[in-house]
């Protein structure tokens, strides 16, 4: 089947289901390591992944690179899985040696020499898996790509476990991601089918007409999400990054379920254009759902916010909850832009997704450096909103030049009013019952999440024909199979 054919409805349920099971793993991953390090052990945890996945982002952006290219019709494959293997052999051991040079200086702000060696752990192993990883959902496996990631997050969660249990905190965490990231690395190589070859000229520079562009953004775009838990380590400590973090983990489902729909949106679109073909109908459908759970998130962090942190992580925890507001606020901003960079990725303009991080980019850090100096964590957050409205609205602007006008759905206006229905049933119940404990907090989440819906269902007829499209030819093959059995 031709990418350009490729069936974004069917790969999102595939690449939903292994988000949220990804998810589930890393939250309760997450909800452990705060009982167990306390919200400085996880903060000098975070600081450390993310100095490790900023390092990856050179060799993701080549791999968003490997998959434009293979994800284009009748385009051959194996030179440009050479061409990305051999580049971030290469590129660890450069950084390596400078880690190596660096160790005398050490410790730098609470950063150890094991942190850094749990760092280059990190961030070779994650940046192979990414490599083959983006490789294999460019050549038309989108939703099994996030599969192997689930299967990622699964093996994580349990070195990580073991080697918390053996004692070694911070340290054992980042090198239970590292061992799972290098056998799920293996794992990806062989499923792909392909061996890699050396790559020609002809293949490094069609590479590197997208990877001039696609790596910078990747750069920019995880200097941009790291910078906020470094500013806040470094103006406010590891405690705040703890309750930064935990907050963010909170809504990250929201962003699961953009990626999901963002991913075979972009290889569709590479396919389609690649052809001459239009994509302003695939884009507007992903923009339809991509704040499905974010903006009820939003509105139940706002109703329970002290509370859930409280419930999920501890009750030294209760003082994020403000944090968790104003995370969920500007996430919802975030979510909006995912499937409109991921479009005019997928139509060969990468230069343009480019500057517009970028833009972000210089946007949120001296205005976060001000703020974190007068206000602390939230002065951060602030900055954060600021540029995640800036670039949302940048964004619709290249709509109005790409895909004929901006790209905003109507039936986006059924799910603010869900979600404000939501709100007001969780305020009026929430001064009913004792929220003292997780299982009151729990049912009151479902009930919450039963009015969104419940209320969506009658207010779109877009949401109920959705509903049918994507889960009826499920549901029809389910009961195939049940027929086959049964004869």
Same mark, same amino acid.
């Given at each position: 089947m031709s990418t350009a054919d490729l069936d974004i409805g069917k790969e999102a349920l595939v690449s939903i289901a292994a988000k949220f099971t990804m998810s589930a793993f890393g939250f309760v991953g997450v909800m452990i390591f &705060? @009982?167990?390090?306390?919200n400085a052990g996880v903060g000098r945890y975070y600081v450390a992944l993310s100095i490790a996945l900023m390092l990856v982002r050179v060799s993701a952006g080549l791999g968003n690179a490997i998959k434009k290219r293979v994800s284009e019709v009748e385009t051959g494959s194996s030179e440009y899985l050479g061409l990305g293997l051999a580049f971030h052999a290469l590129y660890v051991g450069v950084v390596t040696a400078a880690f190596v040079a660096a160790v005398p200086a050490l410790p730098v702000q609470g950063i150890t020499a094991d942190d850094v060696l749990g760092i280059v752990l990190v961030f070779s192993t994650v940046g192979s898996f990414q490599i083959l990883n983006r490789f294999y959902a460019g050549i038309g496996f989108p939703g099994r790509s996030f599969w192997i990631d689930t299967v990622r997050s699964v093996v994580t969660l349990a070195f990580q476990l073991v080697l918390l249990l053996l004692g070694m905190e911070?340290?054992?965490i980042l090198l239970g991601l590292a061992i799972a990231s290098? !056998?799920? &690395? !293996?794992? !990806?190589a062989v499923v792909c089918g392909v061996r890699p070859a050396l790559p020609s000229r002809e293949t490094f520079a069609y590479t590197g007409e997208f990877a001039r562009w696609s790596i910078p953004t990747s750069v920019v775009n995880d200097v941009y999400k790291r910078a906020d838990p470094l500013l806040i380590w470094w103006f406010v400590g590891t405690g705040a990054v703890g309750f930064y973090e935990t907050a963010l983990r909170l809504v990250l489902p929201a962003s699961q379920l953009t990626a999901s729909i963002s991913n075979p949106l972009e290889v569709k679109v590479s396919g389609r254009s690649s052809l001459g073909k239009g994509v302003r109908e695939d884009v507007a459908n992903a923009m339809t759902y991509a704040g499905l759970l974010g903006i009820p998130m939003f *509105?139940? &962090?706002l109703a329970l916010p002290d509370v859930l942190m409280r419930? *999920? *992580?501890?009750?030294g925890f209760g003082e994020g909850g403000e944090a968790l507001v104003g995370v969920a606020l500007f996430y919802v901003f975030y979510i909006y832009q995912l499937p409109l960079e991921s479009a005019i990725d997928g139509t060969d303009r990468p230069e343009l997704t480019? @500057?517009?991080n970028f833009a972000g980019l210089l946007v949120h850090v001296p205005l976060a450096i001000v703020l974190a100096q007068r206000y602390g964590l939230l002065g951060v957050i602030g900055a954060t909103l600021v540029a995640e409205v800036f670039m949302f609205l940048a964004f619709q602007y290249l709509c109005r030049e790409l895909f004929g006008g901006t790209i905003f759905p109507t039936p986006i206006a059924a799910q603010t009013v869900s979600g404000l229905a939501m709100f007001a049933v969780i305020t009026e119940v929430r001064g009913m019952i004792a929220l003292d404990y997780w299982l009151p907090v729990i049912v009151?989440?479902?009930v919450g999440a039963a009015v969104y819906f419940a209320v969506l269902a009658v207010a779109s007829s877009h949401f109920?024909?959705?509903l049918a499209n994507v889960l009826g030819p499920v549901y029809e093959q389910v009961l195939a199979r049940r027929g086959r059995s049964e004869g």
């Open positions: &705060a @009982r167990v390090l306390g911070a340290f054992g290098a !056998v799920t &690395a !293996v794992v !990806v *509105f139940g &962090a419930t *999920f *992580f501890g009750s480019f @500057r517009v009151l989440v479902g109920r024909l959705t």
